[in-house]
């Protein structure tokens, strides 16, 4: 399966809302609701911010928000911080007998 | 506290092999499926394995197919990657991590241990 496509990078201000987009097709990301999103700050392993396309982990701040239309599955920031600033993977499962896809990743930076 | 912590990494010669292993501790590690996610230096993520709780079921990339065998002992709360005939592009840090949702998400992974293939 190829991987999903996400912009190379975003940025907004402190405050600001940002939106990530992952778009997928419709064997994978149109027919499921298994999207999720990572975070990965440089040279740190990967954190778990949303599942299921819109589901939080415990402990993940509510600023981080998960959402789906057709082929295209989104994750918005809203309230930017510093601590932000970091590298954004979308995944998504694509079928019985696959791997779970992962999107190519997404800079972002906090201006 | 869930704790994941990869080892066996290192340089390796094109065609060689190397066995990750990854400890897991703080859970109830036959309970959860387990996963190996590998990031290439400067590159994204990608999926290379994933095994079931009771080692009934494993999964790979068709990159890795045949040449990497994933397994666990959950006698020893470990998750192992064998990796034969590896190639240059293998290179990778190689992270372990416990499968949330089956097979869409993973909630807590380690700190990764890099693979070097090259002469």
């Known amino acids: 399966q190829s991987a999903l496509t996400q912009p190379a990078s975003v940025s907004g201000s402190p405050g600001q809302s940002i939106t990530i987009s992952c778009t997928g097709t419709s064997s994978d990301v149109g027919s499921y609701n298994l999207v999720s999103w990572y975070q990965q700050h440089p040279g740190k392993a990967p954190k778990l911010m949303i599942y299921e396309v819109s589901k939080r982990p415990s402990g993940v701040s509510n600023r981080f928000s998960g959402s789906k239309s057709g082929n295209t599955a989104s994750l918005t920031i809203s309230g930017l911080q510093a601590e932000d600033e970091a590298d954004y993977y979308c995944c998504s499962y694509a079928g019985s007998s696959t791997l779970g896809v992962f999107g190519g990743g997404t800079k972002l930076t906090v201006l | 506290q869930v704790q994941l912590v990869e080892s066996g990494g290192g340089l390796v010669k094109p065609g060689g092999s190397l066995r990750l292993s990854c400890a897991a501790s703080?859970?109830?590690?036959?309970?959860?499926?387990m996963s190996w996610i590998r990031q290439a230096p400067g590159k994204g993520l990608e999926w290379v394995s994933y095994i079931s709780s009771s080692s009934s079921y494993t999964n790979y990339a068709d990159s890795v197919k045949g040449r990497f065998t994933i397994s666990r002992d959950n006698a020893k709360n470990s998750l192992y990657l064998q990796m034969n005939s590896l190639r240059a592009e293998d290179t990778a840090v190689y992270y372990c991590?416990?499968?949330?949702?089956?097979?869409?998400?993973?909630?807590?992974w380690g700190q990764g241990t890099l693979v070097t293939v090259s002469s």
């Open positions: 703080g859970f109830t590690f036959s309970d959860y499926y």
């Open positions: 991590a416990r499968l949330v949702v089956v097979p869409a998400a993973n909630d807590y």
